[in-house]
């Protein structure tokens, strides 16, 4: 099981451009989860979804900012007319049931915006 | 609100040394803690959870609700233990609150 994959790695996007950023869950996985980290900052929950459904979407921006987990295919974060204060490190998470379920994190997608 | 606190930034100790990571939260309910550990280049990983009650690399960590503290430790520090250590809360719903880190360098 190859685990938690997250691409790309490093994206650059200059401000007003769009970056998108993917995540496969792990093998039997259904629900998903996105942070943010902010340089020195701990990782700040986003959003968490299950295959077609947003469940909780109570940390995320109000604006630019989307998530999808369609039926088929990663789930995707996506950001719009990016801003430099969107750079940070986004880390997608899965788990296997709601619960007690350990969430399994991806090793993150550096976004960098000039 | 859901809060954690680690207020060390950064943690040294000599090899062989006993090491506490803090840890302090706020939840007004019985919340879910965890500890996760970030290895040199490597991706988050789940170290310890309170419920588990287990040691996991010769670490243990005890929930004190009366202190509201889920508090690290390690009798003997070794050097591969050196890595940032988050404290993380999940409390009524399905999300993890994470505390700023703690980078533990462990030293020869």
């Known amino acids: 099981n190859a685990g938690v994959m997250q691409n790309p790695r490093h994206l650059v996007r200059r401000r007003g451009q769009e970056a998108r950023l993917r995540c496969s869950p792990m093998?039997?996985?259904?629900?998903v989860y996105w942070y943010r980290q902010l340089p020195e900052e701990g990782l700040k929950f986003m959003v968490y979804?299950?295959?077609?459904?947003?469940?909780?979407e109570s940390g995320m921006p109000k604006e630019r900012f989307s998530a999808e987990f369609p039926k088929e295919g990663p789930s995707i974060l996506r950001i719009q007319q990016v801003v430099r204060g969107d750079s940070a490190a986004y880390f997608c998470a899965s788990s296997s049931q709601r619960g007690l379920n350990e969430q399994f994190f991806g090793p993150g997608t550096r976004l960098t915006v000039l | 609100a859901q809060r954690v606190t680690q207020p060390e930034k950064l943690l040294s100790v000599f090899k062989g040394a006993p090491v506490e990571l803090k840890c302090n939260y706020s939840?007004?309910?019985?919340?879910?803690l965890f500890w996760y550990v970030q290895y040199s280049r490597q991706r988050l990983q789940l170290l310890l959870r309170?419920?588990s009650r287990e040691s996991i690399k010769g670490f243990t960590a005890d929930l004190n609700k009366g202190e509201t503290s889920f508090h690290l430790k390690k009798p003997f520090a070794q050097e591969e233990d050196s890595a940032m250590y988050y404290c993380?809360?999940?409390?009524?719903?399905?999300?993890?609150?994470f505390g700023k880190g703690t980078k533990l360098t462990v030293n020869p």
């Open positions: 979804l299950q295959k077609e459904n947003i469940i909780d």
């Open positions: 939840y007004s309910g019985s919340p879910e």
């Open positions: 993380a809360l999940k409390g009524g719903s399905e999300k993890l609150v």
């Open positions: 093998k039997g996985h259904s629900h």
């Open positions: 309170h419920i």
